[in-house]
């Protein structure tokens, strides 16, 4: 079974203050993304990965960075938490070695992020 | 038109009947469908994928894809209790990794 796990289940931050969420995969996948997920606005793609080092911007990306330097490891940076950050973050992996699961996309537990 | 639309109901359904969820999709989306469930305060979980025409089943659920009219449902036989949750749809971008995610659809089981 693929594993997606995330650094932390709840975190509390400051306005201003920069932010780290880490997300590892044990499947050797490619593709890996950040979603955010609001009450009404559903799931929004914040970055993806589709190899180490590569990354593409998703439909809002702004205030955010990501960091790839490992096939199993995405980050997801805000640079400097702002109150309209606060929210939950879900982590998927994606790349499944046979043809047919190669689109499948796992998610993570999700961090819950509440900035002050 | 949105890329893809779901109900976002809620949809109440009597435990041990066969709760139906729909989703429409626009022509920006590949032929690759995924159906997650979403239980309240926790992520989205895969449960079904279907790539071609035709229904596909698994257990209780059964997947239906029909391209000539752009929609692709999600049936539960004898639903549960343990069944209450969002149900989103998510076609696959096409020419791309990304999936669509459709806002979702609550569905409740009523014991």
């Known amino acids: 079974d693929v594993k997606v796990t995330q650094s932390s289940r709840y975190l509390v931050k400051r306005t201003g203050e920069k932010v780290f969420l880490e997300c590892v995969q044990d499947?050797?996948?490619?593709?890996m993304f950040w979603y955010r997920q609001d009450p009404g606005l559903g799931l929004r793609l914040i970055y993806f990965s589709y190899d180490v080092k590569m990354k593409e911007k998703g439909d809002i990306p702004e205030g955010y960075s990501v960091s790839r330097e490992k096939k199993e490891r995405f980050s997801l940076i805000l640079e400097s938490a702002s109150t309209n950050q606060t929210s939950m973050y879900l982590c998927?992996?994606?790349?499944?070695?046979?043809?047919?699961?190669?689109?499948?996309?796992?998610f993570g537990p999700g961090t819950r992020l509440t900035v002050l | 038109q949105k890329e893809v639309e779901q109900n976002s109901g809620p949809l109440s359904v009597p435990e041990g009947a066969i709760a139906s969820l729909n989703c429409t999709y626009s022509d920006r989306v590949s032929q690759s469908f995924f159906w997650y469930r979403q239980y309240s305060g926790k992520s989205p979980e895969l449960i079904m994928s279907i790539y071609s025409n035709g229904d596909k089943e698994d257990g209780r659920f059964t997947a239906q894809l029909n391209k000539a009219s752009q929609y692709v449902s999600l049936l539960i036989r004898d639903s549960q209790p343990s069944d209450s949750a969002t149900y989103l749809c998510?076609?696959?971008?096409?020419?791309?990794?990304?999936?669509?995610f459709g806002s979702g659809t609550r569905l409740l089981v009523r014991p």
């Open positions: 998510a076609p696959r971008m096409d020419s791309s990794y990304k999936l669509i």
């Open positions: 499947m050797d996948h490619e593709n």
């Open positions: 998927a992996s994606q790349g499944g070695r046979r043809l047919a699961e190669y689109n499948e996309q796992f």
